[in-house]
């Protein structure tokens, strides 16, 4: 039976009803084939292998290799392989940067280092990553390339992340860099990956994978958007949880750098871990400050920048896809 797949941005109104259908069929395919991918001989492991896929997920990263795809031949038979690799790789990301950030929930369910401990999460991880491998190889050595490539920057950038920004570096500059490695080229990879494995001509791959690097700049902003601006996430995370951990996001670099003296207050709760009475303060104080308006704008400006890019692809539903996502990234920051 086809695993359930959310449809997320395919029920926007631009998005062609019959692309739509297709994508998501292709999907059902790809959830196939992640949940028999990570099934062992030992229970215990496919229960943890298995653990955040089960819990669900966008599976933005697979839909945009099979979108990418429509720019050349859909059919082709690597393309849910293809898919299904980067989904795993984002997967295995995901348990290990749970364990440092010590995460207790993950898609509104107990973290797996929650569940079974710090060991075996970091060693499912490399389980979830080994069996992207496997799929992989079967894929060729220019794949192989470009995922080796891909994964060198995930590791870049958390290892920016967590060390932080070197003695006279701007600390939004290395923001927007982590960003950069550890989300936007996981996401410009899926589109690489669906042009190479979908025949898509060179002369389009190139701003098709410049346009989905800027999509993943804005997906992160989103996020980091939301978890000041959201009542609720459906992913499980609780709004505020960057404020409360003392990770400072893109509005409050820009709340950061107001002179007023009327912001001192909030100045003074950004950057340090706060306890719940400091980050209810935080957040109505974040809330309506222009920082707010101020990132919105850079996030509009980072899905403009798609934009550009996909204006010079040739017109259709898969473009007009593409567009409705650049609307999507926008609009799902609140």
């Known amino acids: 039976m086809s695993g359930a797949v959310p449809s997320g941005f395919l029920a926007l109104p631009r998005v062609d009803p019959t692309l739509a259908r297709e994508i998501q069929e292709s999907l059902e395919k790809v959830e196939d084939l992640l949940m028999e991918s990570v099934r062992s001989s030992d229970p215990m492991l496919t229960e943890a292998a298995s653990h955040l896929l089960a819990a669900g997920g966008k599976r933005l990263r697979a839909m945009l290799v099979l979108l990418a ?12 392989p293809a898919a299904a ?23 509104g369910k107990p973290s797996a280092n929650q569940r079974w401990g710090n ?3 970091i060693l499912t991880g490399d389980y979830v990553f080994a069996k992207a491998s496997e799929i992989l190889a079967d894929l060729g050595t220019e794949a192989v390339a470009l995922q080796a490539q891909t994964f060198g920057r995930l590791v870049q950038g958390q290892i920016l992340e967590t060390s932080g920004p070197r003695e006279g570096t701007d600390p939004l500059d290395h923001y927007m860099q982590v960003i950069a490695d550890k989300t936007a080229s996981l996401i410009a990879s899926s589109a690489e990956f669906g042009a190479m494995f979908g025949a898509v001509s060179a002369e389009i791959t190139t701003p098709l994978v410049r346009a989905c690097d800027a999509l993943g700049m804005a997906f992160q902003l989103a996020d980091d958007l939301l978890d000041v601006a959201g009542e609720s996430d459906a992913s499980g995370k609780i709004p505020g949880t960057d404020l409360r951990e003392g990770v400072l996001t893109l509005p409050m670099f820009y709340a950061l750098r107001s002179q007023d003296p009327a912001d001192d207050r909030l100045k003074s709760l950004l950057g340090r871990p706060l306890d719940d009475a400091e980050a209810e303060e935080a957040l109505k104080l974040l809330r309506v400050h222009p920082a707010m308006e101020e990132a919105e704008r850079t996030l509009r400006g980072w899905a403009d920048k798609a934009r550009t890019e996909l204006a010079t692809l040739p017109e259709g539903p898969a473009r007009s896809a593409f567009e409705a996502l650049c609307d999507y990234m926008v609009e799902r920051s609140g």
């Open 69 to 80: 795809a429509r720019f050349g031949d859909p059919e082709l038979p690597d393309l849910v």
């Open 85 to 107: 690799v980067v989904e795993l790789t984002h997967v295995a990301t995901l348990y290990h940067d749970d364990v440092m950030d010590e995460a207790a929930m993950r898609r």
């Open 119 to 121: 060991t075996v999460a």
